[in-house]
C-alpha cells in the first residue's frame, strides 16, 4: 500500500500559478504511476495529469494542456503539478492518486484503474 499527502493549494488569482506537491510514503513509490484528478462543487472528479512509473511519459487532460506540468522525483517519494494561467473554473479540490501498474511507461486517464488516493487539496482561483 501507500499512503498520499497532497499540499501546495490555496487562493490565486486568475492567471496565476501554484504547485502542487503528492508526497507518498509506504511501499516503492516507484512502483506506481501517478495521476492528479479535480473535484469542483457538484461536479464529478475528473482527470487532469498522469506521468508513468519511469517520468518519462506524462498524459494531460485538453483543458489544461500547456499550462499544466506533472513531474515526479523518485527519490523523494513526490509527484507534483505545476498549474499555470489559472482560470476561476478550476476552482476544485485536487487530488493525487496512485495506479500500481506493472508497466513502467504505462499511464491512464482512467479513475477506477488507480488504486490509492490522497485526501485532496483545495485550490481557489478568484477572477
Known amino acids: 500500500q501507500v499512503q498520499l499527502v497532497e499540499s501546495g493549494g490555496g487562493l490565486v488569482q486568475a492567471g496565476g500559478s501554484l504547485r502542487l506537491s503528492c508526497a507518498a510514503s509506504?511501499?516503492?513509490?516507484?512502483?506506481?504511476?501517478m495521476g492528479w484528478f479535480r473535484q469542483a462543487p457538484g461536479k464529478e472528479r475528473e482527470f487532469v495529469a498522469a506521468?508513468?512509473?519511469?517520468?518519462?511519459?506524462?498524459y494531460y487532460a485538453d483543458s489544461v494542456k500547456g499550462r499544466f506540468t506533472i513531474s515526479r522525483d523518485n527519490a523523494k517519494n513526490t509527484v507534483y503539478l505545476q498549474m499555470n494561467s489559472l482560470k476561476p473554473e478550476e476552482t476544485a479540490v485536487y487530488y493525487c492518486?496512485?495506479?500500481?501498474?506493472?508497466?513502467?511507461?504505462?499511464?491512464?486517464?482512467?479513475?477506477?484503474?488507480?488504486?490509492?488516493w490522497g485526501q485532496g487539496t483545495q485550490v481557489t482561483v478568484s477572477s
Open positions: 492518486a496512485a495506479d500500481p501498474i506493472n508497466n513502467w511507461y504505462g499511464i491512464t486517464r482512467v479513475r477506477e484503474e488507480y488504486d490509492y
Open positions: 509506504g511501499r516503492t513509490f516507484s512502483s506506481y504511476a
Open positions: 506521468i508513468s512509473r519511469t517520468g518519462l511519459n506524462t
